[in-house]
């Protein structure tokens, strides 16, 4: 499961200048990269799972606030 977390993040990651991070939000209906990377994978149990993820970490997400769809 580490594999999939991994490849999709590494397919988001690109280095930005916070000038064109700035510009990007101002212009792009889309979340920035880090947001959709970081957002999605904090819903997902397999995440905790997979890194061992704790209240203490900076990713965790209290169970209550994740969105479930399915």
């Known amino acids: 499961m580490k ?3 991994e490849t999709y993040a590494k397919s988001w ?3 930005q200048r916070p ?4 510009a990007e939000v101002q212009s792009d209906v ?3 990269q880090p947001t959709r ?3 999605p994978a904090q819903n ?3 995440f905790y799972e997979a890194y061992n993820v704790t209240p203490e970490d900076g990713m965790w997400l209290d169970p209550e ?3 479930t769809i399915w």
């Open 37 to 39: 990377v970081n957002i």
């Open 44 to 46: 997902q149990e397999e």
């Open 3 to 5: 594999d999939l977390f």
């Open 13 to 15: 990651m690109q280095k």
């Open 30 to 32: 889309h979340a920035p």
């Open 65 to 67: 606030n994740r969105i």
């Open 19 to 22: 000038e064109s991070i700035k």
